[in-house]
């Protein structure tokens, strides 16, 4: 077991990285005697909720299961979590736990978050995508028919549990899904880290144990350390969205449902690099190299059809990083170094969208 | 005009007290620059959303009005604001501003705190409660039919604009419902001030403005040193809530639509005392004058007809200050001094309920 620290004065909370953890009644013993309830989905509640229950010494009347997919990061589902968490007679001493994928833990931690001004949750990231960005670093929130994520709060977890062995049950898909915010890391801030994933790509596909491990270290240290710099994203904090605001157009523009967070987030990439290298900022090659990364990824690195270049400006303008009713981007100047800027020529932007929307 | 400072860092604002603030322009200059939204009800538009709107130099379209009432504060009402601030495309770096009563404000703030994970609010408090209480302090939140503000978060504002002229207009059913929370004060923390009110209750109640004035400005002072103190209610902030469990209760009771909050409040101070001296910490004579207070003040010293102490006891375990199952409550050891304690007892409390629902 691997052990790392998102650094935040008292708001400091460990990430525990292991296989076989989520099962393991130790594992939350920094929570013992007091009240735990546990939210999950359908899918992850087959392979998993017993063994968390039992670690916790809980019931299955004890836990809430909500139907899986992104179409549940809503509103309304936060409220019919609500709805429980008051039926269940939580205080504010009690704690939320979210075992599950992005989903269910954006959604369990936004509860967590305004459920009587917010009180503790532990994140217990069922996906690869969910272990190695998600979990981490207190963004919480839903979705609105306007936007990703519109509603939400920063509220950091008292505990990540990153059990590796759920990773062995994970569809495909959703392997593949988490691969591209993989990729994003050694993108933004990791060239060596780059290279490693075009060396290892195959057996992470292939669920080589050691080397998804290796990737999972790497990636939360990387956030943990961004977090514990830029907790409410004032600065370095938003290199992260690398991909994101094209990957959100896509995923508002489809409704959340057909399209994973991690395929818009692969597709969002390769445009980012693109229009980084029609900037000039980016060498052709290293484009190049994102997309054969994305590819050989087995992830999308087209935009959903019938997309247009002015239905992805209209989605584009709701971004959470627009200011001044400007538009800014996290670009790239290499690989492994990103940054954030209002501060490029629209045209080329247009030349990006017209390639991807061709 | 006078001005003081809630002392919370980097999250630190001015309280300004005043008379005719809200409509000059200068009280909004720290925002210049920025898109700003209102946000209001039905009876404090027709007399000074204009007034606010010509300062801010925005047209009437910029606004939300809601109805008016505690019916509105409610998780749908903050979806439709929610659903008003994506359609009018506001950034991060928007400001809400919430001109009202304690609805609007807390309603308000709530929505501004869950909006792209949190923008800055200004709190334009227009009733005596809502001055003197809830606009300062970053409690925001909506009810719930199991519970009075079960749903919410802390975000501070970043600008009280108290208005001691729109206390002229004020009804005086919601000028009495403020008085309670003024004569809490005095009972929690303040016996000289207790004393003043003692004395000049009547001028307040005849809207006399200077002594209005020393009340807003006593009470915002005892208010803001509290809060810098425990931002998030791990002690001393507690406080604030003497009378408050009842109060909820019996608010939650009826359904957030007869009561005013100050009015649940003014029984609640009156059922705080009688079980303070029951429990021999307060002299029976100073528990006589709390009641003899709160009756000049025209305020209700009975619960609702028909309310049972079962009926309290059920209400009042869904409390925020519960804490591992057993209820604490704010009690007082002579005016002037009240603790939070889960030490008392219970037989006395079922004294206190069965003498205010015989």
Known sequence: MRTLEVRLGARSYPILIGAGMLARADSYSHFSGRR???LTDASVAQHYLGAVLDALKLTPAQALVLPAGETQKTMASAERVLDWMLQEQLGRDAVLAALGGGVIGDLGGFCAAIYQRGIDFIQIPTTLLAQVDSSVGGKT?????RGKNMIGAFHQPRLVLADLDTLKTLPPRELRAGLAEVIKYGLLGDAQFFHWLEQHLDALLQLDAVRLAEAVEKCCAMKARIVG????????????????????????????????????????????????SRLGALATVDAARVATLVQRAQLPTAVPQGMTPARFLELMRHDKKVQAGQLRLVLLESIGHA?????????KLNETLAHFCA
């Open 36 to 38: 735990v309830r546990v």
């Open 141 to 145: 929130g839903v979705n609105h028919a």
């Open 339 to 347: 940054v954030l800027t209002a501060e490029f020529d629209a045209a």
């Open 229 to 276: 710099e830029d907790e409410r994203e004032s600065s370095s904090r938003a290199l992260l969205n690398l991909g994101h605001t094209f990957a959100h157009a896509i995923e508002t523009h489809t409704g959340y449902g057909d399209w994973l967070h991690g395929e818009a987030v692969a597709v969002g990439l390769c445009m980012a690099a693109d229009l980084s």
